[in-house]
């Protein structure tokens, strides 16, 4: 059964274009079984998709809680926690990776890099303190071994890494698009029908616990607009750190909760 593993609302990601409504009737189209919401920072995809639904469930697709956070030093960070677990923490970007993974761990859930391989700054290999943030990549549970926005070579690389320290591989679209909903896909060795499910399958099986794979999409941004591109990700650098420093009150308040709850 076919997941969309890294998807882009647009009531959730302010660069998303396709509602949540849309984007599961056209993986529904595709034949497949459930997609997992990953919008930047936020909740507000699943949330929106919640109140939509209200009582009614739907039992031949499955939506799983995600977010895609951004670290201030790591990259796009990919995070499921435990149906049930409200962290405000998670929709506060800037937080050291470390810090992340102590408090999705301490929490029950489960992370892992996207596209690590990737674009300078958004990527945990191409970020200026790579070489330090692979020491932490033991720690992650899984890495997006396939991403439909990325090249060929960012996705071997990816895979390569995945090898290396026999962690599972998740593959999605990485959709904010229409035409790019779907391309990318995880197969998983169980049927999942929470979040629970999936995290103790990956904790339990490993690298065995899916498969990942798609097709590429040719129609990203930095493709169109080519040198340019550089501009635009020198840009969301100064965005990512100028909105953490904007967040930083509020993180360190909910730190403060998270850890008087843990204690």
């Excluded at 960070?77 to 993974?101: H, N, T």
């Excluded at 890495?143 to 996705?155: K, Y």
Aim: glycine share 10%; with cysteine; aromatic share 10%.
């Amino acid at each position: 059964m076919k997941y969309d593993m890294h998807c882009h609302t647009k009531e959730g990601s302010l660069d998303g274009k396709v509602p949540v409504a849309e984007f599961i009737s056209i993986l529904k189209e595709k034949g497949f079984a459930g997609m997992l919401i990953s919008d930047h920072d936020s909740y507000n995809g699943y949330r929106c998709w919640k109140k939509q639904r209200g009582e009614a469930r739907d039992e031949d697709f499955l939506v799983l809680k995600g977010v895609e956070y951004d670290t201030i030093d790591a990259g796009h960070i990919l995070v499921i926690m435990p149906e049930g677990v409200k962290l405000k923490i998670l929709e506060l970007r800037g937080l050291p990776v470390q810090f992340l993974i102590d408090i999705v761990h301490k929490n029950g859930g489960i992370l892992g890099p996207a596209h690590p391989c990737g674009e300078k700054y958004l990527s945990i290999t191409n970020t200026r303190k790579h070489r330090n943030q692979l020491a932490v990549m033991d720690r992650f549970d899984f890495l997006e071994g396939f991403n439909a926005c990325e090249s060929l070579e960012s996705n071997a690389t990816a895979m390569e890494i995945a090898a290396r320290y026999e962690k599972p591989v998740f593959g999605g679209s990485d959709a904010h698009k229409e035409e790019c909903v779907g391309l990318g896909y995880t197969e998983f060795a169980e049927p999942i029908t929470c979040e629970s499910d999936l995290i103790r399958l990956v904790k339990e099986k490993g690298k065995a616990a899916c498969v990942c794979g798609g097709q590429y999409y040719t129609g990203t941004t930095k493709e169109k607009i080519g040198k340019m591109n550089s501009v635009l990700v020198q840009s969301f650098w100064f965005y990512n750190h100028a909105a953490s420093l904007i967040r930083a009150r509020k993180r360190r308040r909910e730190l403060g909760r998270l850890y008087i709850r843990i204690k």
